[in-house]
């Protein structure tokens, strides 16, 4: 047994004196690093930018909206407002967060890797990134843009906004996410060390293989589509123009088909992420994990076939629409599986409230809602009436922000420890997550009455009737603005007041929890222990590092070590 | 430094003996060569994951021409009588001829791979200057094609101006051509140089890229040579016609005026000079008429004058030119790329455990090239 | 429950039902809301009780339960489904009753063309008359042909659960039944001082529900500060062949002004023009104090006027080829209308003194501004308009500045 101890010892017993953070210095050494972690930091701080600026936007258009007229925005201002607050929040801040930032430091890391396999390409992507966002910052520079985030043709062909700029920051942002999720893919299938097999793979990972199936499947479609519109503006093109001969219905089928599959690329990393929070803060094997791996390629795949529901309005035949709504319900059974496998995790478990726990649970609060809301917009005759209101802003706002928004603070709660090494303060993040719970649905549940009651959105102006509901949603987006600076103090508290994380501070048994906090260079300092990424008995307690080491009994070897395999390459 | 390795070790010895890793080899060299990165094993997983990358790359590819095929199909579906009407404008000949030069540039680029697998630097080299050649014929008979068309007028929606006059000397040739002609003499400029300075690798290197890029001219040369069309022959009437009517100072018609007139594709056929200036008028009112003008809005009417069944091509040649035009931008990052291998191999930096990016590049030409497989026939050859 | 009711006069959830069909609309939602809310309560009620219960106490580790049950997930996996097909064959049960207009409402006589433009709307009747309010009989089906002029519009009225997308170069279609009246004097009310306010009822509701452009939400039922309601939908107690004689406006049997009246609001200029005073909209405010007061472009280019002719001819060609001259400060969004002579000359007459008629004994107007002419202090200018035509045309550039005969000719052509 004193040989486990020493081992332990020289294993966990002592932080590296270097870090990722700290192994070289200078700006060079960020902005030409090939290193994952830094490129996921870097991604870090770029979406939580563009996040606070397009919140900015939405706080004040919910107090232009305090009053039914004009209060300090015209008709004008207000369409350039929602325009980008819409445009950067999708575009520039959900699409990357997950996958680009979180899943940048982590999927390497959990998946046993020293890095991605494409290094380059992934600061490329990241540069993409930046390049996209400065076309997008131009463009509020330059008349703005006021077409919405959807750039529906012909309006889209007929402004006098800069819809040029908008699109060229469209087509490389759409760049930077094919770049990553083609790097993901790669990574997954060649990168995994002997042992780690795709059942043995945590679900975030799975949740980020299936996401970047769809980056690369989809978003080029976008890509051509930005193009066309780029083209019919500057050359006349006549594809989407009604002037030129055009099918403006077409536009709308290219952005939905990938549009409509980017709400997945936005939610299936969130659902990935609560996966693991749920389990680890549970100190629970995750229920059923084959049904939940499944459900989500299952959802990636059906994803590619209901985008025609965003156009069950638009004059397509009845055929067509049938088709559609009934492939929409089919995506509604793989989400609902994943929740129920939540809430079967919790049963028998050993749950506390930390942080990223209460995010998770008001993910499934707020998913829960989003999710069966979506149901009488994919059932026809309600669809009708509900289209275009501010009840479908409500939904997916209840999916995007009350999903992944806040799956993604909960990510970024959970492995803040292990990508800064320090821990924040448990009660102000507790704190903080309430609030935000609160304030959100304040915000957007009276959305869904005014919906409901025929509020169409996109309305500077609204009647009068639905004002009550307009001064309790502004009411919320404050409270949820309080709460979300609370979550950003308390994490950037923790850098200078935090006290050191240990390696592993949750008891997780995935492997990004076996290396220390923050992880060296080559992430690993030692082999890795291969363990069930769910098995929270491996895991015990050393009060020397202050955190939890992979048990290391002679006996659990065999178990814990598999056969080697040959690295498969499907 | 591997699991593998302590699974070994934990199996045969039953022992606990974890590593620490010793990363002191860091920047030296990966055992396996000199292009190996440090976060891979092998170079065998190297090459796997580059070579799935590409493919993926390549999914994504075909993923962002497949909206332009819709784009087809569906145009296609809504205005038939613009596709009937405008094939005639595209002359079979060239693109097959294009067909067979990128074909055989295919064959080519794999001969260069397995050269570059089997360390045969010489063949390798030539077969990727062979390449660059058809690549650089490819456009230049593209460019041929393209000029032509434009000198027509055959433009795309908004700026369609078939059957109109022409502006004069618009020297469209000689700016299409002029960055090839700038790459050519410069290379064989820098070529000369290195030689007298005896820098033979760079003297190599730019004669090889001189060498490709003479094959633009080539290109140019053979659509010249290749004698006009029955169809094509009859535009090019048709232009001698347009400039030859052209002076028309009398326009003033409101856009509204022209249902009633009588002209058409097929009158041109026919007698096609003695018609009046009013009817080039009536061709340029259809594409500037837009649907606020018409009571009843309908794609189809927007494209057909229906007195004279004269058809504006412009819907046609705006999906042609953003099809092709794309497939060309393609060609020239493929120029780039072979330019990129051909430096390499020049530098003898392949071998039997490393030839991923020629085998990349490979692939990537190959899709270029089947995507112009499936252009040829879509444009030139569907009637 | 008070959310959803089968009452007509509608619910907490839902407007007012006005259609045949929108009672099977709100008993669906409430269906669909039912379920959800069970399985809601269901899953957060678990959770909960979880949390509360399974909350760690002493030790890290939970006594051991099972990690997966084939026979349960493949239960909730399956089971949803169920209730999800139902769910999706009602809707389209409900959604084709919706889409498919009865025998009735099928036939070119009962079938109204709906117009929509930047920013209002334009029904046509299929006597040929025009409005911008939409003007319906009380349980007597019809059937729209929607279309756009520019971008892309959405025909909603929310209380018939009626939406249907205009999109410019197709048709698209959509019926209703009205089974409600809203009739004009049950919405405004008149009291014995002539002092114009809303009525006991409101008027139907018709919204854009497709973003537009800048005046996207005025393109909605609006009470305006002249007393009348901005695209409102009327529905009337009368068959429809009583309802299109009571629509029809007869321009012969009225004064000029009259008629510019009338095509100012049957042709949905009260989209982006206000009147006099109120609020100023997408467009310039028409008052009488800005007869041939100069105009100035953005590019600097400034229009004079020596006498009315001159600033006649400008406004109808303002009106008629909007593109020609955009006035500094406003878009160039108008579409461009046919109106012929004699609605141009009814639409002029009703721009020069637009608060009130002043009839002279010939019919023409006159101008009756003298104690008017102070009201505006801040600078206004006539007109803006829309997009492509005259790019190349110069000829239209010259015409404005000639006169009276050509821009009647042009005009005559579609009329």
Partial sequence: ?570 | MTTADSVDESNHGHQNEFHIHDHSHDHEEHPDGPFIAHHFETAEQQFDSGKLGMWLFLVQEILFFSGLFVAYIIYRNHNPEIFEAAHVHLDKWLGGLNTIILLFSSLTMAWAVRCSQLEQYLGCIINIVITMVCANIFLGVKAIEYTHKWELGLFWADAYTYGLPQPENQNYLLWLSLPFIVITLLSAGLATFYRVTENDFWAKFFLCIAISFLGYFIGLGIAWAVPAQEHGGHSSDHAVHGSDHGHADGEKHEADDHSGDSSGEKSHEGESHDKSDENHSAKTAVPSESVDTQAGPSVDESTVDEASGEVNMGGFFSIYYIMTGLHAIHILAGIVALTWLLYRTLDRQFRKNYFGPVENVGLYWHLVDLIWIYLFPMMYLIH | MFLFSQAREGSFSFPTQGSSFAAEVDSMYAFIFWISLFFFIVINGLMVYFVIKYRRKDKRLPEKSPAHHTVLELAWTILPAFILVIMFIRGAWGYLEMRNPPEAANAVERTIDVRAFKYGWQFTYPNGDITSELHLAKNVPVRFRISSRDALHSFFIREFRLKMDCVPGRYTEAWVNPIETRTPSETISVDENGNVSKGEKEPFHLQCAEYCGEGHSQMRTEWKDDGTWAFPVYVHDCSFDELTEFTTWDFDQNSNWKNGEFLFKAYGCVGCHAIEGAAQKVGPNFRADQWRVDRRSATGEVKTFANDAEFETYLSRSINYSTEFIVNGYPNQMPKFEFSPKQLDGLIAFIRSPGQETVDETGETTDPKAGEAGAGKEKQKIDASKSDESKSDNEDGDAAKVAEPKSSKNTEKKE
């Fill in chain 1, 1 to 570: 047994m004193s040989t486990i101890a020493k081992q332990k010892e020289k294993l966990f017993g002592h932080a590296p004196e270097e870090n990722f953070l700290t192994e070289s210095k200078g700006w060079a050494s960020w902005l030409f690093t090939l290193d994952h972690k830094r490129i996921g930091i870097m991604y870090l701080i770029g979406v939580m930018s563009a996040f606070t600026l397009a919140g900015i936007l939405a706080l004040i258009l919910r107090m232009e909206l305090f009053i039914p007229g004009e209060m300090f925005l015209s008709n004008q201002n207000y369409n350039r407002m929602f325009t980008l607050h819409g445009a950067i929040m999708v575009f520039v801040f959900i699409i990357p967060s997950i996958p680009a930032a979180l899943g940048n430091f982590i999927l390497p890391i959990m998946l046993g890797a020293k890095d991605v396999a494409f290094p380059r390409l992934n600061l490329a992507s990241f540069y993409l990134w930046m390049g996209g966002t400065f076309f997008f910052i131009l463009s509020m520079l330059f008349n703005a843009l006021d077409t919405g985030w959807t750039f529906y043709t012909p309006y889209s062909i007929q402004t006098s906004s800069a819809v040029i700029a908008a699109t060229t920051g469209v087509f490389i942002l759409g760049f930077s996410s094919i770049f990553t999720g083609l790097n993901f893919i790669v990574t997954v299938n060649t990168m995994r060390p002997p042992g780690m097999t795709w059942f043995k793979m945590p679900l975030l990972l799975w949740a980020l293989y299936s996401t970047a199936i769809i980056q690369v499947l989809a978003t080029p479609v976008l890509a051509i589509t930005g193009l066309l519109l780029m083209a019919e503006r500057i050359l006349g093109l006549g594809i989407f123009d009604p002037a030129l001969g055009g099918d403006p219905v077409l536009f709308q089928h290219f952005f939905w088909f990938y549009s409509h599959p980017a709400v997945y690329i936005m939610i299936l990393p969130a659902m990935g992420v609560i996966s693991e929070l749920i389990s680890v803060h549970s100190q629970k094997k995750i229920f059923g994990y084959e049904f939940i791996a499944y459900s989500s390629i299952a959802i990636a795949l059906l994803g590619f076939l209901v985008w025609g529901h965003h156009m069950f309005t638009s004059g397509q035949s009845e055929m067509v629409i049938l088709i559609f709504s009934a492939l929409t319900f089919s995506v509604a059974i793989p989400s609902a599986v994943k929740v129920f496998n939540w809430v079967a995790t919790l049963y028998k478990g050993s749950i506390t409230l930390t942080t990223p726990m209460c995010y998770a649970l008001s993910f499934i609060f707020l998913f829960g809602i989003g999710g069966l809301t979506g149901l009488p917009l994919g059932t026809l005759s309600t669809d009708v009436h509900l289209h275009d209101t501010y009840f479908v802003v409500a939904h997916f706002h209840y999916v995007m922000v009350g999903g992944t928004l806040i799956a993604f603070l909960g990510g970024l709660f959970h492995w803040w420890p292990k990508m800064f090494g320090r821990m924040y303060n448990e009660k102000g993040g507790q704190l903080g997550a309430l609030i935000v719970f609160i304030g959100f649905n304040l915000t957007f549940f009276p959305q869904f009455i005014m919906g409901s009651r025929g509020m169409p959105r996109r309305y500077a102006k609204y009647d009068p009737e639905f004002q009550i509901f307009h001064q309790i949603s502004t009411i919320g987006a404050i409270t949820l603005g309080i709460g979300l600076a609370i979550a950003g103090y308390v994490l950037l508290m923790s850098l200078y007041r935090g006290k050191r994380a240990p390696g592993n501070p949750w008891a997780a048994s995935t492997l990004e929890f076996q290396c220390s906090s923050p992880p060296t260079f080559h992430n690993f300092e030692h082999d890795i222990i291969l363990n069930d990424p769910y098995d929270f008995e491996s895991i015990e307690y050393d009060e020397r590092v202050g955190g939890y080491v992979p048990v290391l009994e002679p006996a659990e070897e065999p178990k814990s070590v598999p056969q080697p395999e040959p690295v498969e390459t499907t």
